[in-house]
């Protein structure tokens, strides 16, 4: 069956860095979008990053343009989303989502804090 496991989360210092990484199986990973999203405490499931089934586009939310990339492995079938200079409201739990024969498949998500 199709299961998306994502890992990486933690807790960061405001400016630190994590990697997070979605590994996929159950499917044709090349010929799906993925789509990373976050949800906070209270908040509704806002799209953080998204990425081609070729990985050559990118769409990202406002909020993270030139802190976060998007990026996919298609032999190792895995994506992942590199953060960079994180603040506090980053704080969510961040899943992945993969969208494969106009179905929609996710993850259970990984905690990410920002916190000093």
């Known amino acids: 069956q199709v299961q998306l496991v994502e890992s990486g989360g933690g807790l960061v210092q405001p400016g630190g860095s994590l990697r997070l990484s979605c590994a996929a199986s159950?499917?044709?990973?090349?010929?799906?979008?993925i789509y990373w999203y976050r949800q906070a405490p209270g908040r509704e499931r806002e799209l953080v990053a998204a990425?081609?089934?070729?990985?050559?586009?990118?769409n990202y939310a406002d909020s993270v343009k030139g802190r976060f990339t998007i990026s996919r492995d298609n032999v190792k079938k895995t994506a992942y989303l590199q953060m960079n200079s994180l603040k506090p409201e980053d704080t969510a739990v961040y899943f992945c989502?993969?969208?494969?024969?106009?179905?929609?498949?996710w993850g259970q998500g990984t905690q990410v804090t920002v916190s000093s």
């Open positions: 159950g499917f044709t990973f090349s010929t799906a979008a």
């Open positions: 990425i081609t089934n070729t990985g050559v586009s990118t």
């Open positions: 989502k993969a969208t494969w024969r106009w179905s929609d498949y």
